[in-house]
């Protein structure tokens, strides 16, 4: 068990719809990251926040859009999804962004959009 | 940017034999380099890391990389496959900026045939 908790683990809806997916890092992280993983892109890098304030932003689609509450939660919202969108969203938390840190990965969410 | 390569997509070793997956980085700067395993519908799980204490570097369950800074590769190996092994493996680079995320390879599928 790493530590870091996503919520929900599955997630089946519908194309332009709106979800939201949660994440709580471990109890000493500051920094939460999100990632995506398909079959055909592998594991893209989408955000990263630290403290609740954004540090660096990848490949994030307008459609998506991402925060960091004070209590360290992050949720990320994606919105008028399409087919393309199904994927497996990963949270991973550190303690800061040191480039000896690793970061401890969540389960994951897999979104099926239909 | 930093980049990794995964040099094989995937696999196949006979249990009891010895496991090689290859990965070549590219980085401006002397770079923190990982290892990730990700069984079947789990998270990802840090096996090792390089930060420049030591070029040989041990992980868990038997597995190990060294860095070569010469041919710029950091080769997971184990002397001796267990079916438990088989998962995707990920070659990750963290840059010396700091305020990098982590830069992922496409994964090596390793296959372990009883």
């Known amino acids: 068990d790493s530590g870091v908790t996503q919520t929900p683990k599955h997630l089946i809806t519908a194309t332009g719809q709106r979800v939201t997916l949660r994440c709580s890092p471990r109890s000493e992280d500051l920094s939460v990251y999100w990632y995506q993983q398909s079959l055909d892109q592998g594991l893209q890098f989408l955000i990263h926040?630290?403290?609740?304030?954004?540090?660096a932003k990848g490949n994030i689609l307008e459609r998506f859009s991402a925060q960091q509450f004070p209590d360290l939660h992050s949720e990320l919202n994606l919105s008028s999804l399409e087919l393309g969108d199904s994927a497996l969203y990963f949270c991973a938390s550190s303690p800061g962004f040191e480039r000896n840190t690793e970061a401890f990965f969540g389960q994951g969410t897999r979104l099926t959009v239909v | 940017a930093q980049s990794v390569t995964q040099l094989d997509s995937h696999v196949s070793v006979s249990e009891g034999t010895p496991v090689l997956l290859r990965c070549n980085y590219s980085s401006s700067y002397s770079p923190s380099l990982f290892w990730y395993v990700q069984h079947p519908n789990k998270g990802l799980q840090l096996l090792l890391k390089y930060t420049s204490a030591a070029t040989l570097v041990k992980g868990i369950n038997g597995f190990e990389a060294e860095f070569k800074k010469s041919e710029t590769s950091f080769h997971l190996t184990k002397p001796s496959a267990h079916m438990s092994d088989a998962a995707e493996y990920f070659c990750?680079?963290?840059?010396?900026?700091?305020?990098?995320?982590?830069?992922f390879g496409k994964g090596t599928r390793l296959s372990v045939i009883a």
């Open positions: 926040y630290y403290n609740g304030e954004e540090r």
């Open positions: 990750v680079v963290r840059d010396l900026s700091g305020n990098t995320p982590l830069v």
